[in-house]
């Protein structure tokens, strides 16, 4: 199984050209469906795949977690994905994926891997309704293999951040508004609901007006509108667009192409642009940097992507962009 994730720095390459490469795994069989369905994980969130090791039981975890190992020294939470997602429930999950994201490491049970899938991010769909419904929203995108499976990638900093407990009074209690802060609107994209909330409690605990996308796509349409009736108007997108804060993974289409495809449209100039993403490896950091992002925050750390706001949105107004 280590096989399939050799070289994983050589896959770094695919940044920018709105192509990823996920890992495909099993939970078990779906009551609801009968049917073993097939998940899929983005590969650089992927530190290793191995054999499920002895897992020590903790009193007081959060429903789903099985309890920690030991991975090279370091204590590991380990998360029972089906049971978590609600599939499989007599399957023996005897395989885990080590991931690593959000600056934190932690261990997924499933029943098996399948193999490693590359694929162009505009392949991947935003799930239909019914779908996202039946899967408790924890779907946040879907593509359908040769073969006519249907690959589901999950939320996991969803799964991430409700089996960790987070205290969002906690998080967001010293946020402070920023003045003259309705004055900016903040355009961001984000395929997780999860990091949809974190980013509308941040930017609305600073007095900061905003518009969400689902995803690249999405944006991007959006923010070729407006510059669009910038020009009708005789006035600069940066009247309208204070900022664009973006995620990395997203369906249809990734958080360095849109960035990418903002940098080369000269309308877009003096609108900066942060990308805000789990993957918060340095490497992930200077791929951001190389299709040109101003910043570079990690997810689930407010207090840090508000002060990077603050900072940039004061510098914009210092411009005279607003």
């Given amino acids: 199984m280590s096989e399939l994730l050799k070289n994983i720095d050589a896959r770094t390459r695919l940044a920018g050209t709105n192509k990823l490469e996920i890992l495909l795994f099993t939970l078990g069989v779906d009551a609801r469906t009968g049917r073993s369905e097939t998940f899929g994980i983005n590969v650089f969130k992927v530190r290793e795949v191995m054999r499920t090791p002895a897992i020590t039981a903790a009193p007081d975890m959060p429903d789903a977690v099985q309890g920690m190992v030991s991975l090279r020294g370091a204590l590991v939470p380990v998360v029972d994905l089906g049971a978590y997602v609600g599939v499989g429930a007599d399957a023996r999950r005897e395989i885990m994926i080590v991931t690593e994201y959000n600056g934190h490491t932690q261990g997924f049970l499933v029943e098996g891997v399948d193999t490693i899938l590359r694929l162009d991010w505009s392949q991947m769909r935003v799930p239909p309704e019914m779908l996202s419904n039946s899967m408790g929203g924890l779907v946040t995108a879907v593509t359908e293999l040769p073969d006519g499976r249907l690959v589901m990638m999950l939320d996991v900093e969803r799964v991430l951040s409700e089996t960790s407990r987070y205290d969002d009074d906690f998080l967001f209690r010293d946020i402070e508004p920023v003045p003259g802060g309705d004055a900016h609107v903040v355009y961001f994209a984000d395929d997780s609901s999860v990091a949809r909330k974190q980013i509308t409690q941040t930017l609305d605990a600073m007095n900061v007006r905003h518009v969400g996308a689902v995803n690249g796509r999405q944006a991007w349409d959006e923010l070729r509108r407006i510059a669009t009736h910038a020009e009708a108007c005789g006035r600069k997108v940066s009247d ?46 200077q791929l951001g940097m190389s299709v040109g992002v101003d910043e570079y925050v990690p997810k689930f750390e407010p207090q840090r992507l508000s002060q990077t706001l603050a900072r940039l949105l004061s510098t914009d107004a210092a411009a005279g962009g607003r």
Wanted: negative net charge; aromatic residues 6%.
């Fill in 240 to 285: 309208f667009v204070s900022l664009v804060l973006t995620d990395v993974e997203m369906p249809e289409m990734d958080g360095y192409m849109l960035t990418r495809q903002i940098k080369a449209d000269r309308r877009f100039a003096g609108v900066p642009v942060i990308m805000h993403s789990s993957l918060s490896g340095m490497s992930n950091q």
